[in-house]
């Protein structure tokens, strides 16, 4: 015998699965605020996912500045710092050196070098069968011309979307601006996409969009706490954006740069391991000469210029060289956090702690 429900407990039965499904829904879009005063006396607003830890802190040695609240007092308009764009004439350099055997490759990047593209780009650029190969130029060196630098942070080349914007690191999911702000006390955008949806990683930005700052203001506030800001190639010519496409390249006067800026203590490169075969292959002089040691405490950096570590002894190094994960969302297979992290502890909490040593802050700020 088939027993059989009735209308009204069948209704019922559909009601009650719905209400779970609703509930379940619900609990995992839950946001939250949390508010807190940082160093500088304003507040960092951000939304995170529940159920999600997030490591929510500017890097420590972001202390008390002018610099940052001339960009957020409501009552007067932002004003521009002296920064300096500049090109170094570069000397010689060996354009036909050619990689060697023991080159790194990121292990930890599994799509190295993907063009700039995210599903949630408010950016169109041109297909694979329409651009076509042609000699680009990078931009000038962007430095504040009355601090001193301590860290230059060096792109490999500008993407089609950079190139067309004019800036650094244009693409929008490009994290390095983004983490920028997270270490500096802003926001590159509003984390939402052409569709109106946000980010990925939206949820895990430490300032919310009151914080947003337009792209000439993000590079001042860089500059003024005493980073330096470039590209590794100064030419070169490639079908699209991938570091692996680039032919005829010709590498930016890095070294002579830091000779005319001698308070620099670390070279940051920003795009991974691809980006560090460039700067073996012509810059190996340098290296040789015993101003530079590759990253201490930092693995990526230890294998990206290994080959160095075969030949030289680091005792009378003055530079540091780091190989950060890739800031480009083709790196997917790093999370933002790590990325941030990365950045956070080997480029902007020694840097931050190196400008407020060269500008005479108090030293309780510099243990905070």
């Keep these: 015998m088939v027993r059989t429900q ?37 507040t960092t607003n951000t939304q995170m996912a529940a159920f999600t830890s997030v490591p929510a802190r ?19 308009a932002a004003t521009g710092r002296q920064r300096r764009s500049d090109t170094i004439i570069p000397t010689a350099v060996n354009l036909k050196s050619t990689p060697g055997k023991d080159e790194p490759i990121d292990a930890h990047d599994t799509h190295p070098n993907k063009r700039d593209c995210d599903t949630t780009t408010t950016v169109t650029t041109p ?21 001193q ?26 994290a ?31 300032y919310g969009p009151e914080m947003v700052l337009p792209y000439e203001q993000q590079v001042d506030v860089f500059t003024a706490h005493g980073f330096a800001l470039w590209d590794l190639l100064g030419s070169c010519s490639r079908k699209g954006s991938l570091d692996v496409d680039i032919k005829e390249e010709t590498p930016n006067a890095i070294r002579e740069f830091c000779k005319a800026h001698p308070t620099i ?11 560090c075969t460039f700067f073996n292959r012509y810059f ?24 160095w570590g075969k030949k030289l002894s680091f005792e009378d190094a003055s530079i540091e060289v780091f190989c950060m994960p890739g800031v480009s969302p083709a790196a997917a297979s790093i999370s933002y956090e790590m990325k941030r992290e990365a950045f956070r502890e080997f480029c902007f909490d020694p840097g931050l702690l190196d400008y407020n040593r060269l500008n005479g802050c108090d030293e309780d700020i510099m243990k905070r």
């Excluded at 680009?136 to 601090?147: C, G, K, L, R």
């Excluded at 990253?295 to 290994?306: C, I, N, V, Y």
């Design 176 to 206: 390095f601006w983004w983490i920028v702000g997270d270490c500096l006390g802003f926001r590159r955008d509003s984390g939402l996409g052409k569709s109106g949806k946000p980010y990925a990683f939206s949820s895990y930005l430490l």
């Design 6 to 42: 009735s209308p009204e407990l069948q209704r019922k039965i559909v009601m009650k699965r719905r209400n779970i499904v609703s509930l379940a829904t619900a609990a995992s879009t839950l946001t939250f605020n949390t508010s807190s005063a940082n160093h500088l006396g304003t």
């Design 58 to 76: 500017t890097s420590k040695y972001f202390a008390k500045s002018a610099i940052h609240k001339q960009y957020f007092v409501k009552s007067s």
């Design 284 to 307: 190996g002089d340098w290296w040789l000469s015993g101003e530079l040691k590759p990253g201490e405490d930092h693995q990526l950096s230890q294998r990206a210029f290994q080959k």
């Design 127 to 147: 297909s694979d069968d329409t651009i076509k190969e042609k000699l680009t130029q990078s931009f000038d060196a962007q430095y504040d011309a009355s601090i």
């Design 265 to 275: 203590r670390r070279i940051v490169m920003a795009n991974g391991a691809k980006q």
């Design 149 to 174: 630098i301590h860290t230059l942070v060096l792109g490999t080349h500008p993407s089609i979307t950079s190139l067309a914007k004019s800036q650094y690191f244009g693409f929008p999911t490009n």
